[in-house]
């Protein structure tokens, strides 16, 4: 079982609908979460984090964390062609210590005009 | 500039050649890290440097890679011998402490001839 988990796509939305990208974990124990979009030939770039059970919102972004499940997922409202991009899951898992991060291969999603 | 700076952005070179590449944090970040992105891959960690402590360097390949950070800012990664499978993209990043997100730098594209 991989650490960190993404269906890799293509998750193909209609512009102005929600997107739903979604991220399973391995370590129980993780503390904080991270959603990164990365455009082709660029670097990933910070787009949510969260650390507690629940919902965060930033704009049309929405960060949902369930460590009894171990998921972490990410809502993007009226999605726009902008929005196109590979979206990275990251996790700062308890095992090995530090801060590296995690990463899942990511989603890639497609808004469609 | 506020982020984080690498250089140089695309490096060829023949295999068997050493090369450097270059990291320079964002203003009072702490934390330091390495990363390789494969074309089509996830983010492999390579390399973390927190303060003075020594650095975690469980992520590295091999013993032809290794990372050094000087007076707790700027980074150099140096690959020794290079091989084909080196061929990658090499990004950066730094945040303000543990579980703090972490911002990428642009990267440095190496292509091994």
């Known amino acids: 079982q991989k650490e960190v988990e993404q269906n890799s796509g293509p998750l193909s939305v209609p512009e102005g609908a929600i997107a739903s990208l979604n991220c399973t974990y391995s370590?129980?124990?993780?503390?904080?979460f991270f959603w990164y979009r990365q455009y082709s030939g660029k670097s990933p770039e910070l787009i949510m984090f969260?650390?507690?059970?629940g919902d965060k919102e930033d704009g049309r972004f929405t960060a949902q964390l369930n460590k009894a499940s171990q998921y972490v997922s990410l809502l993007i409202r009226d999605s726009q062609p902008s929005d196109s991009a590979t979206y990275l899951c990251?996790?700062?898992?308890?095992?090995?210590?530090?801060?590296?991060?995690?990463f899942g291969t990511g989603t890639q999603l497609k808004v469609e005009l | 500039g506020a982020g984080v700076s690498q250089s140089p952005s695309n490096k060829v070179t023949e295999k068997g050649k050493d090369v450097e590449l270059r990291c320079d944090p964002i203003?009072?970040?702490?934390?330091l890290y390495w990363y390789r992105q494969s074309l089509g891959q996830g983010l492999e960690f390579l390399i973390y440097?927190?303060?003075?402590?020594?650095?975690?360097k469980s992520g590295l390949p091999s013993d032809r890679f290794s990372a050094e950070r000087t007076g707790g800012s700027v980074s150099t990664l140096t690959i020794q011998r290079t091989q084909q499978e080196d061929s990658a993209v090499y990004l950066c990043?730094?945040?303000?402490?543990?579980?703090?997100?972490?911002?990428f730098g642009d990267g440095t594209r190496l292509s091994i001839l």
């Open positions: 990043a730094s945040s303000g402490g543990r579980n703090q997100p972490q911002h």
């Open positions: 370590d129980r124990g993780s503390q904080s």
């Open positions: 969260i650390y507690s059970n």
């Open positions: 990251a996790v700062n898992p308890t095992t090995g210590g530090g801060n590296k991060l995690t």
């Open positions: 203003s009072g970040h702490t934390a």
């Open positions: 440097f927190q303060g003075n402590s020594a650095p975690d």
